[in-house]
């Protein structure tokens, strides 16, 4: 078999690190990828021919993102795989994945598929952005990681969180304790992703002072809701008349962020979620962004994604 050779030379050896991984881990997920072989030698690496242009357009990208990032994940690789598989990796900037907020201990907050940096970018230019796709895409993630970076530049004075709190009906009386203690356990996932960002102490703070509301939604009936952002998790479990409620309370100076998974709707019946309606009829409104994430913005696990996809397939 004849092998091709790319030059890497002009890297250092911390680079060539990071692209190998621990006991060459990237290289050989490249080569069962690609059902070829991939021999590194240096700052030398050989490829069989049949798979050398794959290989060495995915290992220029990852370069960009260790450049770009100062790491390369093992995800990173899958997704790049991907892409190159789809054969739309050569239009992929890692540049375009710039950071968009810190973790309290500092560590940048970066969107990592092109979907993740479309979002981003709607969160910055439009009023109204929904967003929608499968688990583990980080929709509600990134969400929460732009409203707090906002909070903290005090371009809003407020943030409101808030889902339905009870899956297809929030009926909470049946539920033992206070009405925090019945709403928290739905609202887990966004104090999860406060935690991280501002620690807890600092969150029960904000939240202490009414910076931060974390709230049913059925809470927002009747309010006007100003310079704030406004996020509606779970949004695919909103009624139709629910939606049309929370878009309205909209006010001066404020953005609202939907997100939801029109896959996982727990309504009595699917077409009478409000996200699925939204989405359909306020296309084309240019103060308003539809996001959709597929399979491939999926960040967690690559397993999971495998998941989801025979799901798909089934359903």
Known sequence: MEYKTIDCS???????????????ENIKLLSEAFNGNII?????????????EAISTIIEKSFQMIETRDQLLK????????????????????KALSPIAKTRSGKLIYPKTIGQAKLCEAF??????????VAGTGKTYLAVAYAITQLKNESVKKIVLTRPAVEAGESL????GDMKEKVDPYLRP?????????GQETTEKLIEKEVIEIAPL??????????????????????????????TRMGKKTKMIVTGDVTQIDLIKDKDSGLIQACQILQGIPEISIVHLGNEDVVRNPLVQKIIERYANVE
């Open 173 to 176: 009386g049946f539920l033992p």
């Open 218 to 247: 059925a809470f927002m009936r009747g309010r006007t809701l100003n310079e704030a952002i406004v996020i509606l998790d779970e949004a695919q479990n909103t009624t139709k008349a629910q939606m049309k409620m929370f878009l």
């Open 10 to 24: 002009e890297r250092s050896m911390e680079e060539m690190q990071m692209l190998c991984g621990i006991d060459d």
């Open 40 to 52: 590194v030698r240096s700052h030398a690496i050989k490829v069989e021919e049949p798979i050398f």
């Open 124 to 133: 910055k230019e439009k009023e109204i952005v929904f967003a929608t796709g």
């Open 190 to 198: 966004l104090y999860d992703a406060l935690h991280e960002m501002l």
């Open 75 to 94: 995800q990173d690789l899958h997704y790049l795989i991907q892409l190159e598989k789809k054969k739309i990796l050569r239009s992929f900037s890692a």
